[in-house]
């Protein structure tokens, strides 16, 4: 098979991811195909699925390809997970045949012995009793060809490995994969001030593409008034600038030896990627009601480099008036301290990540009072705006006494939550005409 390249993302971002790889691909000539939990991304003239053909060679024009699509995608993709490359794909029911498996691959080519590896596993209905056992299987076929090959053998790191690999079983076939990400995407580089439970950076773009917002000036003002730390506002004002998600990070395949002969083409691709940044066209405006939180956020957009594209002010989401006539708001609903007005802190805090599990009853009496009363703001300060709410609780509208015109699937880890739409008019919400909504398709819902 020819070599491809697969995004893992989370359950109802493909077809964004999708769109969002598509134009970044188009000079490379690359086939982009949705799939179940990711995008797969390979050549036009193979099959994705064939048997693997040993004499592959990582110097083809072919390689050459998907080594710049690998560098492209981690530097500026904003959705998918990691970048993984897969080396070798085929059936299996025993350890042994993993083994055999993973001596298909010409490890030599891949890293020196005086570097590190590690090997994850992942399975779904695998007939096998042990992962762990799966995993040394794999370990000692790269151990046994480097050693057969050059004499010695790697040590393994299990915290920062010069090689990760990624072994994922199903029921019938073998998955091998390198990661040429490293730490996960969504690390961009410039969060250190954050509280609970922080909004994950992937999931924050996945709530601005979802809402079909890209920092134009069609777009309109983006609002988000309970900022926390400032993701969804620091996404926002990268995209506006365009400023490539990757670029203050590290990647794992900078160490692989594939890379090495192109180090000079990853440089060029930086630099292209530093020389299209501009000033935003469209206003981001953001703050919480916790100074702390406010002063948490300013900080990382300063890291983040979009400090001078975003407007900040710590005010009460129940009093703050609308920044412009029309706009996006966008926000993760607060808990606790972040919905008490300005100055009480009364000490509470942002419920826990494991807490957030999705339940009809989640929305308690003060956050369910809280909800109402920022509906009526809406209604009276926001008049022609749109506003994007993710929560878990399936009833947030009730408690809002608003009728989403949209909800959009969205997984907050392993929680699952609901991004709604309100378009807001004053004193009710317009009633959407059914031919106006869009269909139940591939992350999103019908209205119930």
Known sequence: ?????????????EPLLAEELTPLLASLNLLVIEEKGGVLV??????????????????????????EACALINLHSRLAQRVLWRVAFGPYQTED????????????????????????????????????????????????????????????????PDLALHLH??????????????????????????GEAPLKETLAAAMLAAAGWKGRPEDGTLLDPCCGSGTIAIEAAQI????????????????????????ARW?????????QQHPPRVRIV???????????????AERAGVLHAIEFKTADALQRPAPDETGVMMFNPPYGERIDPKG????????????RAPREDFIDRDASDFFQRLSSHWKKQYSGWTAWVLSPDMKLPSAMRLKESRRVVMFNGPIECRLFRFDLVKGSLREVPPAARPDASAGSEAQG
């Open 1 to 13: 098979m020819r070599p491809v390249l697969f995004m893992p993302c989370a359950m109802g971002v």
């Open 42 to 67: 390979r050549s036009g003239q193979a099959d994705g699925r064939a048997p693997i053909d040993l004499a592959f060679d990582l110097s083809s024009p072919q390689a050459t390809t998907l080594i």
């Open 97 to 160: 045949q993993l083994y055999m498996l993973g001596r298909c691959v010409i490890w030599p080519e891949w890293m020196r012995v005086d570097q590190t590896l590690r090997v994850d596993v992942t399975a779904r209905h695998s007939p096998l009793k042990s992962l762990n056992f799966a995993a040394l299987r794999i370990k000692d076929a790269v151990c046994d060809s480097l050693r057969e090959e050059l004499g010695e053998r790697p040590d393994v790191d299990t915290r920062h």
């Open 169 to 194: 079983l199903d029921g019938q076939a073998a998955h091998l994969y390198v990661d040429t990400s490293g730490e996960a995407l969504f690390k961009r580089g410039w969060r250190e001030d954050k």
């Open 240 to 263: 506006a600038c365009g400023i490539a998600s990757g670029l203050q990070r590290r990647f794992a395949f900078e160490k692989l030896l594939p890379f090495q002969p192109h180090q």
């Open 267 to 275: 440089q060029q691709l930086r630099q292209q990627a530093r020389a």
């Open 286 to 300: 953001t703050g919480d009601v916790s100074f702390r939180m406010t002063d948490f956020a300013t900080r990382n």
């Open 344 to 355: 009480t802190g009364a000490g509470g805090r942002q419920a826990p990540q494991a807490e």
